[in-house]
Each structure stands twice: as C-alpha cells, then as structure tokens.
Nanobody, 119 residues
Framework: QVHVVESGGGLVQPGGSLRLSCVVS????????MGWYRQAPGKQREWLAQ???????QYADSVKGRFTLSRDNAGNTMYLQMNSLRPDDTAVYYC?????????????WGQGTEVTVSA
C-alpha cells in the first residue's frame, strides 16, 4: 500500500514563495491522478491543481498563474511551487493520489502540511 507525505509548509510573508513536496512511497503504482488541495480554518477542502495520467495539468482559477504543479521524472514526487502568496492562501495543504490497482481506483491522502501567510 502506498504512503503519501507532504512537506515544505511554513510561515511566509505576503508576496513570498514556498515549494511544497508530496512523496509517494510503498512501491510502484499506476497513477490515475495526483492533486493538491487545501483547507483553511472553518472552510471546506478546496481543490487547487492536479496532474492526470496523460500528463495534463489543471489548475483552479484561484491559483492559476501563481501556483505551478510539477513532478519528478520518476513520478514519485509532486511539487507545488507557490508564488505571490497572500494571507488567504493560509491553509493546510494536502496531496491526493488516485491510483489504479486491479482495475479499481484507490484514493490516498497525506497528512497535510501547514502554510501560513502573514506579515
């Protein structure tokens, strides 16, 4: 069974940048999609970006042009480069992996990494 771990969160000033990482371990997997989500205090979890099996990357309007999703060549690590951060980007950021095993889709989430944007 795969294991998903995010890292890279922290405190950053408005206008600053952070790069989040999501590492998938536990063996080979067939990715259906990998995505980034966030959940701010008192709000629902929000989808931010994803890469699908074809390699296409999609972004939510709220982060388009500021955030960039990428993956390493091995496909085990996904990144989220976040630029021009604003206080309303403050949230816990989660990585989600949807993988295919034996023709079924399995959903794995990381534990989250906290991002605080504040002066």
């Amino acid at each position: 069974q795969v294991h998903v771990v995010e890292s890279g969160g922290g405190l950053v000033q408005p206008g600053g940048s952070l790069r989040l990482s999501c590492v998938v371990s536990g063996g080979p997997f067939i990715m259906n999609s990998m995505g980034w989500y966030r959940q701010a205090p008192g709000k629902q979890r929000e989808w931010l970006a994803q890469v699908i099996s074809s390699g296409m990357i999609q972004y939510a309007d709220s982060v388009k042009g500021r955030f960039t999703l990428s993956r390493d060549n091995a496909g085990n690590t996904m990144y989220l480069q976040m630029n021009s951060l604003r206080p309303d980007d403050t949230a816990v950021y989660y990585c989600r992996l949807k993988e295919i095993r034996n023709r079924y889709e399995y959903d794995s989430w990381g534990q989250g990494t906290e991002v605080t944007v504040s002066a």
